[in-house]
């Protein structure tokens, strides 16, 4: 009898997993199809049959079971450690976890794990990170001490000071390729509609070169095609980074009089945004704290360059609940300030080449454990080309954010840039946050329903990706 009520109600928690996961209506047949079917097997088999079906059914769920709290606990610990050389770091977890450093790293960290604390009627696992000299760690996680269930990178940075910049500049980035956008239609001489890259070139695609010629900007593309007189041309694309040859062949526009393949094509991208840091002994620059992504495919731009240029703020739209606000500029595109030599997600990174356009005040690196809630400032330049202090209140820290570019949550509470902005706009992306002293990171992005609140990155999240990308 218990045997038989323990795999009824198994089949009925199969039955209820069937339905939560897969919720299309043509399913719901075969769903109640297999659920009879299991009962009547149920109904039929010898009781030493049932006990062996209820202890493999069992075992399936204790596997089951125990892969969901490993899934569980490895997605919940983080992807990566930055920690300041010679600055000890306590990290707490409310999960049952240790961590160990791989022998062939021990010269760059050391950790000591400690036995769990009481906090709160919940128990906090924690270790002590105590970095030794600069470099890459191998940081093992043991769910219970025994069981290993994630191994991250832990970047030990310099200790080092940087100018907190908040100067607002021209950003101008060149696509690694031409970045196709969309297809369309190209209306011949008789009136009719041809689609020569219809389901042949996809938005996102990046066209590296045409028959063997490497592609830079719009313009050449457009004389290898009137060049070609309707030949078949033969372009190299990167799709979703693998390459291929693909083939088109351009047809002749009555309205253009001309050859075209009915692409949308970009090959660069302009705007405004702030520099974060300026490092005077390297020339590294940060800015942003987000990376630059596509208007029309939502996609990370792969750059092959880019640079910064002069800006003065001439005009702020205010941001309101529903509709955030944005700076507006001029551009001096005579002027380069730096070369951008990468977009990532947590920011753009480069190079200065006139240091004494990112004149400001040095201040020390904050160690993410320095971080917490409560006053600080931003620096940012929101009227002309001066950047100024404005305060604001961090109300939530939590560095080990999947999304690193949300790590802080922060609200502005200076009146004065509330007056003038209404709170956080485009463009003051990248606005270095002061907070004890030191710089901890930068602003990222704005609540759209609430422009006085928004979010952050930490410094040494951007000095770490700058770091990796100049490897």
Known sequence: ???????????????FALVTLYKETKLFCFKQQFVYFLMRELENMTQKGKRC??????????LFFAGGIWLCVSWLLPDTLTLTEGEAQSIQLRLPVTAKVEEETAAVLEITSQAALPVEATSVFSFTAEPVSAGTAKVTFYLFDSLPIKTVEANVLPQKELVAVGKTVGVTMDTDGLLVLGTGSVITSSGQAEYPCKDVLQAGDLLLAANGIALEN???????IADGQGKEIT??????????????????????????????????????GTVTYYDP?????????????DVDTGDLMVIKGGRLTSS?????KKGVA????????????????????????WGIYGEGEQSELFAGESYPVAAESQIHEGEAEIISCVDGDVPKHYQIMIQDVNVYSKDKSKALQIEITDEALLQ?????????????????????????????????RGYGISIQTMLAVQQQNAA
């Open 1 to 15: 009898m218990v045997v038989d009520f323990f795999l009824k109600n198994m089949v009925c928690i199969c039955y």
């Open 53 to 62: 079906f209820a202890a493999v059914f069992a075992a399936a769920a204790g």
């Open 218 to 224: 719009k313009e050449q593309l457009t004389e290898l």
């Open 235 to 272: 372009f190299s694309v990167d799709r979703n980074g693998t390459e291929k040859e693909i083939c088109v062949t351009p047809v002749f526009s009555g309205a253009d009089q001309g050859y075209k393949i009915g692409a949308w094509i970009r090959d660069s991208i302009q705007g405004i």
């Open 281 to 293: 002994q390297t020339n590294a620059f940060g800015a942003l704290g987000h990376g630059v992504y």
């Open 312 to 316: 003065v703020v001439t005009e702020v």
């Open 322 to 345: 529903g509709e955030p606000g944005e700076l507006t500029g001029s551009l001096d595109l005579s002027t380069t300030l730096g070369k951008i030599s990468s977009n990532t997600e």
């Open 420 to 452: 003038k902005t209404g709170g956080i706009v485009q463009g003051m992306s990248g606005s270095p946050i002061v907070q004890d002293g030191k710089i901890i990171g930068a602003l990222t992005h704005v609540l759209v329903n609430d422009p006085t």
